[in-house]
Nanobody
Framework: VQLQASGGGLVQPGGSLRLSCAAS???????MGWYRQDPGKRRELVAV???????VYADSAKGRFAISRDGAKSTVHLQVNSLRPEDTAVYYC?????????WGQGTLVTVSS
């Protein structure tokens, strides 16, 4: 199983980015989503989506971020809008197969003027 994340970068406060994660190596991916981690802090959930399109967002993401999943259900996107400096972190893609978790390599999002 491999997860390939892309879309991070440097953006000014108030800006937007679109993160994408392509999963391969299985046809059994269940819930997929995004987590983020600042240095010295725990990894935290940003948003997740299951195979039926049900979503869960962190309170900090509600109203600003939108997670979606493609028809084949192996690619997940995270549209991040109205970015704030505190959104700066490494964003990790996650995919589950049954009770096993798989992680992508992380993509850095830096929000700074």
């Amino acid at each position: 199983v491999q997860l390939q994340a892309s879309g991070g970068g440097l953006v000014q406060p108030g800006g937007s980015l679109r993160l994408s994660c392509a999963a391969s190596g299985s046809d059994l991916f269940g819930r997929m989503g995004w987590y983020r981690q600042d240095p010295g802090k725990r990894r935290e959930l940003v948003a997740v989506i299951d195979t039926r399109g049900n979503t869960v967002y962190a309170d900090s993401a509600k109203g600003r971020f939108a997670i979606s999943r493609d028809g084949a259900k192996s690619t997940v996107h995270l549209q991040v809008n109205s970015l704030r400096p505190e959104d700066t972190a490494v964003y990790y893609c996650n995919a589950q197969i049954s009770f096993d978790n798989y992680w992508g390599q992380g993509t850095l999002v830096t929000v700074s003027s």
